[in-house]
């Protein structure tokens, strides 16, 4: 038969995915952050520009 071995993870490893895992959702709300930023700045850029920026020749 064959017997399943179970990996046990010393506390350093533990610890370690955690950080990693915390580091990587502080990458993500940090990118989500900046995108937002950017939207915000682009749409205001629009608006103050007003309509005719699209309906200008080219």
């Known amino acids: 038969m064959t017997e399943q071995v179970k990996e046990v993870k010393s506390p350093e490893v533990l610890h370690n995915e ?17 995108a937002g930023l950017v939207l915000i700045f ?13 309906a200008r020749m080219i």
């Open 18 to 34: 955690e950080r990693i895992a915390r580091q990587r959702k502080r990458s993500i709300a940090i990118g989500l952050g900046l």
């Open 42 to 54: 682009y749409v205001l850029t629009i608006v103050k520009m007003g309509p005719e920026i699209f």
